[in-house]
């Protein structure tokens, strides 16, 4: 499915990003990262294992620091606020994982009603059951509802994680290869699901992954990590018009192949 | 000479090495204090987690009952079987029961329980938690907003420290019930005899020193195996790590805290 390009309302970047150094003692991950992700739009960060992509994204939801930089999430600078802050800044962020890391002790419903339940104090039984269905329906899974993880496949596992995201109506969500793993058919059932996400709940969204047919059916936006900085960004077109030795492999790898 | 000897590369590795574990030990020392002192500013702050603190203590009661039983019997029945020929040499084997209650009561029974839980529960709370970070679950709980470290950590360490003091008194009861079996078919005592000669040697400094080793063997037990399993390295050999510190490090430091509260309750005797 081809991506209807969504232009962001460029005057007010929900993320913002200035300078983000990251190093792991002798290892220079991120090397001055600037980046703006904008109300509305799907930015699909793209480079090679190992660059930092994942790195960029915990920084984001403030499960890494930066080592320098501002980091400025909904107009908070991650950096510099309490715990306390950063516990509420974070019921606005969604963080979709790599392997889901759903809750391997408790079913599915109980994976979707643990965040809503600790963050929405007083909630009543009724409320919460309408949640677990909105966002089980959402994702298309609603007959899992009583399974425990282990019983559902890497796509389901894919899915619940997101719905288990979506239950707090997250302004911004964080995917961290969404498709790693997963065959073809069902890259592109998760692909139509971020889609499907972005419209539906009005997100914005940072999309890690190598993937360029996920790049492709889901970036509005791409910038291609290399060597710890954003070297090209654009649409899909744009970033891979070019000759660029580091650049060009990626796409002949994914398409020509 | 001594000192041409001191500066050789392979003096210098030694030395760098020895450096660094001396440097690690106190690095890991500051961070358990500083995991301590978390537990304590969480634990007791709103909102509480009591049906996950239940759920815990009904786990760690369950999962070390029936090895407690069975060991607690045998202990007693053991112990009351070996002091037997030493006592006969004197003619003292009616003070078997004295002897075995204040072998279970003071020292047996709360270190036997520390040691069995620290291998049943501990191994399971640090492979439990380093599993899940593994799998990035603690990590998915803090984005998620909610505290990993209040519903993982002081859930399980509260579970431990309550439940172990229960089970300690439950396996002094076992163990009693052991030496009563092996009394009563030697010497032909009765129930209510041994009873009584079981609890009369016995203070109320025993019980009390008795139940705040428990609370402490419970603290430690969990607190090591969330320490462990809470921080530990990625991978599948990080959950292998993470199981063994938790019981090496438990029973390391219930022998310590033995040797403590022991020395203590002397001074009130």
């Known amino acids: 499915m081809e991506k209807k390009i969504v232009k962001g309302d460029h005057t007010n970047p929900v993320i913002s990003i200035r300078g983000l150094k990251k190093s792991f003692e002798d290892y220079h991950v991120l090397r001055g990262i600037d980046l703006d992700l904008y109300q509305g739009e799907n930015l699909v960060v793209l480079g090679r294992s190992g660059t930092g992509k994942s790195v960029l994204i915990k920084i984001i939801s403030g499960l890494l620091p930066p080592d320098e930089g501002d980091v400025e999430v909904l107009g908070q600078n991650i950096a510099h606020i309490s715990d306390y802050e950063l516990q509420a800044l974070r019921i606005r962020i969604g963080f979709s994982f790599q392997n889901s890391a759903l809750y391997d002790s408790m079913t599915v419903r109980k994976n979707l009603e643990f965040p809503l339940v600790r963050n929405r104090r007083g909630i009543t039984r009724k409320e919460i059951d309408a949640n677990v269905e909105e966002v089980l329906d959402a994702v298309g899974l609603s007959q899992t509802i009583n399974q425990m993880p282990s019983e559902l496949s890497g796509g389901q596992r894919k899915r619940i994680g997101i719905a288990r995201t979506l239950i707090l109506n997250p302004e911004i969500m964080l995917y961290d290869e969404p498709t790693a793993g997963l065959d073809p058919i069902t890259c592109i059932e998760i692909n139509d699901l971020i889609n499907e996400v972005q419209t539906r709940f009005n997100t914005s969204s940072i999309i890690i992954t190598h993937d360029l047919t996920c790049a492709k059916q889901t970036g509005d936006r791409i910038s291609m990590l290399l060597d710890g900085q954003f070297q090209r960004t654009g649409t899909f077109d744009e970033v891979f018009a070019t000759t660029d030795d580091r650049v060009k492999p990626f796409y002949d790898y994914n398409f020509i192949q | ?269």
Do not use: H
Request: glycine share 8%; with cysteine; hydrophobic share 45%.
């Open chain 2, 1 to 269: 000479m001594d000192t041409a000897a001191s500066s050789t590369p392979a003096v210098r590795k030694k030395k760098s090495k020895l450096w660094q574990s001396i440097t690690d030990f106190f690095v890991s020392l500051y961070n358990i204090n500083k995991f301590i002192l978390r537990f304590f500013r969480e634990a007791f702050m709103p909102p509480f987690e009591f049906k996950e603190v239940m759920r815990q203590c009904y786990e760690v009661g369950v999962r070390s009952f029936t090895l407690i039983t069975v060991t607690g019997f045998i202990v007693g029945l053991i112990f009351t079987k070996q002091s037997r020929p030493s006592l006969s040499q004197f003619g003292a084997t009616s003070w078997l029961p004295s002897l075995v209650s204040i072998a279970i009561m003071r020292a047996l029974a709360p270190l036997v329980t520390a040691l069995i839980a620290s291998g049943k529960v501990g191994s399971s709370i640090g492979a439990e938690l380093g599993s899940m970070r593994v799998t990035e679950q603690i990590d998915a709980m803090e984005v998620s907003g909610t505290k990993p470290f209040k519903f993982l950590v002081c859930t399980r360490v509260l579970a431990t420290t309550l439940t172990i003091p229960i089970l300690s008194t439950y396996t002094g009861f076992i163990a009693m019930f052991g030496g009563y079996l092996n009394v009563a078919q030697n010497e032909g005592t009765t129930w209510s005899t041994f009873i009584q000669e079981f609890f009369d040697p016995l203070t109320y400094t025993d019980f009390v020193a008795s139940l705040i080793k428990s609370v402490l063997f419970g603290f430690t037990i969990g607190i090591v195996g969330c320490y462990q399993g809470y921080y530990s390295a990625k991978g599948t050999e990080g959950v292998g790590k993470a199981a063994n510190g938790a019981v090496v490090t438990a029973m390391f430091l219930v022998f310590i805290e033995e040797i403590i509260v022991v020395q203590i309750t002397s001074w009130f005797r």
